[in-house]
Nanobody, 125 residues
Framework: QVQLVESGGGLVQAGDSLRLSCSTS????????MGWFRQAPGLEREFVAA????????YYADSVKGRFTISRATNKSTVYLQMNSLKVEDTAVYYC??????????????????WGQGTQVTVSS
């Protein structure tokens, strides 16, 4: 059973930076994609970014491209989301997720198998 624990959320001002971390435990050596989703109040959970197990490929939602960077530690057990130039509309609960397929992150109707508990990011104007 894969377990995910997020950390690093908080309250910042627009234009600031924040880095989220997601630590994994369990059998993640089988080539899992890792990624982040977010959910703002009253809205559906949306894809933010994902990274392949090899870390050679990364994927981003258009709304964060150029501002957010996803990366993976050398030991593959921790994934980071560096968020720069934060905007008020980035305010949401951010969830770490894991799945063996990339399609689980992007195809409507699919969802990754494993999720963290979420961490709140609040950006004030």
């Amino acid at each position: 059973q894969v377990q995910l624990v997020e950390s690093g959320g908080g309250l910042v001002q627009a234009g600031d930076s924040l880095r989220l971390s997601c630590s994994t435990s369990g059998p993640t050596d089988g080539g899992y994609y890792m990624g982040w989703f977010r959910q703002a109040p009253g809205l559906e959970r949306e894809f933010v970014a994902a990274i392949a197990y090899s870390a050679e490929r990364t994927y981003y939602a258009d709304s964060v491209k150029g501002r957010f960077t996803i990366s993976r530690a050398t030991n593959k057990s921790t994934v980071y989301l560096q968020m720069n130039s934060l905007k008020v509309e980035d305010t949401a609960v951010y969830y770490c997720a894991a799945d063996r397929t990339y399609s689980a992150f992007r195809i409507k109707g699919q969802r990754p198998d494993y999720w963290g508990q979420g961490t709140q990011v609040t950006v004030s104007s």
